[in-house]
């Protein structure tokens, strides 16, 4: 369940983080709810996550690494952004890191 709850906070703040750059400087009224929401939202289910026992150096790693990596992805397909080899190489090293802390054993 711990997980799940983590799952759903990657989510909410993959949203969240979409629509700030979206909302243009918290220019667009929509948006910006959109973004207080998300993270409000991200931020509860993280804690619960955290509350059903899951380490905190683990379920921080993977909801920050999930959601640089998705974020990336998106600014790539669907705002225009670049990709290169650099990007490329930070993500894959996130993704390991995260890798590594779940082999140490991330959850109770």
């Known amino acids: 369940m711990a997980w799940l709850m983590l799952a759903g906070a990657i989510i909410a703040e ?3 983080t979409t629509a700030l750059k979206l909302s243009d400087g918290f220019s667009h009224k929509g948006w910006s709810l959109l973004v207080v929401a998300g993270y409000g939202t991200a931020f ?10 899951m380490e905190v150096g683990t379920a921080y790693a993977v909801w920050s690494g999930a959601g640089t990596a ?5 600014g790539v397909l669907f705002l225009g952004e670049s990709l290169n080899l650099a990007k490329i190489a930070g993500i894959a090293l996130i993704i390991g890191g995260v890798l590594v802390l779940n082999l140490a054993g991330g959850v109770h």
Not at 44 to 53: C, G, R, S
Not at 70 to 74: E, L, V
């Open 44 to 53: 509860y289910l993280l804690a619960q996550a955290l509350k059903l026992q």
């Open 14 to 16: 993959i949203l969240a």
């Open 70 to 74: 998705a974020i990336a992805a998106i």
